[in-house]
């Protein structure tokens, strides 16, 4: 019998390997996930228990946090805000971008190149830039306004706010929708218009279900985006009326000076439930959309 | 047709198109904002930033969080990347989830997080070195003028690496496996196979993603700092853009805060052509 004189595999420093790779991972993991359980817990906590060490857990369910957040602090208010100007710039944005970005596919027509450029070059213009200028705009209509709407109209105007919302996201939404509506052969249209169907009816009964992975990335994109925005919603909405994220930032200035931090707690975790419920539905939706299209950090 | 584009073209122009316009004209004036006193003044809001001590001071840091935070943020994520495609850990898709958490928590969520991770007395951070007795480490993690900067740049790749790391996983996941496998079989190490096959065939992945760091990066520390820090203690964590919004709106020096946006805008551009001129490669196909 010949022993085969095999040079021996690096399997014991591939597996020594394989174990720093896991350690370092699960390190990582836990980096992102303790502070973040660690919220939901304290939360749960009374005053007296946030003195001392914090890694103690809270003696026990306490949601008394909950209902200060809610009433006291007006969370539920600014919740619904949130809730409302979230969903009236999705269903603007949509409005406006589907048929756009539906034309800009399929169609010839002069100017065609300028237009596309300038939706491109959008995308490049970040709302944190120009949101001084729109605040200063809406600040002049209400001035030209003033004999009409005595209390301003433009500015602190929720729908307003979605509507600078869905503005601001044409460029990315048009991109993604254009690029996927483009991916679709156009012998299912050909076919339709050949059975007698009319554009529209091509449009809203071919073309949409067919884009609706491309239209749920989009909405999934733009719900973060309005959810957590916090400086639009901090300039547009000076007033009473606030959204969750501004209502949290108010909330941690004055809970931090006043070292009671359960109701803070409380607040962020309203305000952090909704969206991973989402995310957690939708994780692998969400990462593929990005994947396959949309940079956009 | 038309009725189809122009809406979406309106919303644009109004709210996009005329307000960038806005910034380059506005910062040409002295203006307080509401007082119809506008004064143009040329080019001097731009002449008088290079002795703003406050400015010069908010570049750098900014500057500072661009590289720091790009190269941690771009280097761990592809090493994860690298590691997670190619070893196909068991709970890989959890991690996943795990790891992208923080890019849709809200900037203000991130900043409260962090002010509990950095508290000075109660904090997670200062009681954790307390328990594995490394109270010399203890800071004031965000009242110290030389690590404030740093505890901000922290909160950034913690929020970003995740987002990061799936994007290169996804690129990473369509190089064919035949070519590790020959290259195994050659006898290269994990090492080498990623630098010679995996790096060089996401290398234009890696070149958007680096263009649109930078833009995000600009931002995100601005978001950042005005919810955690408000750009202190004394401007020791101030950033551009939040001393454009803070002359903006506390100084009502809109004229002088614009030029500063004017600033930022020609910077990150910059950065962005020069980064994708400095990558160019010929691209590689598989």
């Known amino acids: 019998m010949t022993v085969i004189n095999t040079p021996r595999p690096p399997a014991a420093r591939s597996r ?25 817990l304290a939360s749960l906590k009374k005053k007296s228990e946030f003195f001392g060490s914090p ?42 971008s589907v048929p756009a970005a539906y034309v800009i596919a399929r169609y010839e027509f002069k100017g065609k190149g300028f237009v596309e450029l300038l939706l491109l070059g959008g995308l490049f213009v970040n709302v944190n830039y120009i949101v001084v200028p729109i605040f200063l705009m809406l600040v002049d209509w209400d001035k030209a306004l003033v004999d009409v709407f005595p209390g301003g109209f433009f500015l602190d105007n ?46 809203t009964r071919i073309m949409l279900p067919m884009a609706r992975p491309a239209i749920t990335t989009v909405i999934l994109f733009n719900f973060l985006a309005y959810w957590n925005d916090f400086i639009i919603s901090l300039t547009l909405l000076p007033g009473e009326g606030k959204t969750v994220q501004v209502g949290l930032l108010n909330l941690f200035t004055a809970q931090k000076a ?5 109701r803070l707690y409380a607040g962020m975790v309203i305000v952090i439930v909704p969206v991973l419920i989402v995310y957690a539905f939708i994780q692998k939706r969400l990462i593929e959309g990005m994947a396959s299209g949309g940079v956009k950090g | ?51 703003d001590e406050q400015f010069v001071r908010a570049f750098q840091n900014t500057v500072t969080l661009l590289v720091v935070v790009t190269a941690v943020t771009m280097g761990m994520g592809l090493f994860l990347a690298a590691i997670m495609t190619r070893q196909k850990l068991r709970s890989r898709n959890f ?55 740093y505890s901000v740049g922290i909160a950034m790749v913690w929020q970003s690496l995740g987002y990061y790391m799936v994007l290169y996983m996804s690129s990473m996941s369509s190089i064919p496996e035949e070519l590790y496998e020959a290259s195994g079989l050659d006898g290269a190490s994990a090492t080498r196979q990623f630098f010679s096959i995996t790096m060089p065939l996401i290398w234009q992945n890696l070149r958007t993603s680096l263009t649109f760091f930078i833009m995000s990066a600009v931002n995100l520390s601005f978001v950042l700092v005005r919810a955690m820090t408000g ?45 994708s001129r400095a990558t160019k490669r010929e691209p590689l196909q598989f």
């Open chain 1, 16 to 40: 020594i390997g394989r174990v720093l790779t896991y350690v370092l991972v699960i390190a990582l993991a836990l980096a992102i996930a303790v502070p973040v359980a660690w919220v939901l």
């Open chain 1, 55 to 96: 890694w103690t857990l809270p003696e026990g369910l306490r949601l008394q946090n909950y209902v200060d957040a809610f009433t006291d602090a007006h969370m539920g208010q600014y919740f619904a805000t949130s809730v409302f100007v979230t969903v009236l710039g999705l269903v603007l944005v949509l409005a406006v």
């Open chain 1, 158 to 203: 929720p729908s307003v706010l979605s509507l600078v919302y869905a503005a601001t996201s044409i460029p990315f939404t048009i991109y993604l929708l254009t690029a996927y509506f483009r991916s679709i052969p156009v012998a299912y249209e050909e076919a339709a218009s050949i059975d007698g169907a009319s554009r529209f009816r091509i449009m």
């Open chain 1, 258 to 262: 006043a070292a009671d931090y359960g």
């Open chain 2, 1 to 51: 047709m038309l009725a189809c584009l122009l809406p979406a073209l309106v919303l644009f122009a109004v709210f996009m198109v005329y307000p960038t316009v806005n910034v380059f004209r506005m910062s040409l004036y002295t203006w307080s904002g509401f007082s119809p006193d506008m004064k143009f003044v040329g080019l001097d809001n731009f002449r008088h930033l290079i002795d």
């Open chain 2, 95 to 149: 991690l996943r989830f795990v790891l992208y958490i923080p890019n849709v928590l809200s900037v203000v969520v991130i900043a409260a997080v962090f002010s509990a991770i950095y508290d000075q007395n109660n904090g997670l951070l200062n009681s954790m070195l307390r328990l594995v007795s490394l109270d010399s480490w203890q800071q004031v993690w965000l009242g110290d003028q030389k690590v404030v900067l």
């Open chain 2, 231 to 275: 750009g202190g203690p004394d401007s020791s964590s101030e950033v551009l853009l939040s001393y454009m919004y803070k002359q903006a709106y506390t100084n009502s020096s809109y004229g002088y805060g614009m030029a500063i946006g004017v600033v930022i805008f020609a910077f990150s551009f910059l950065v962005s052509l020069l980064m």
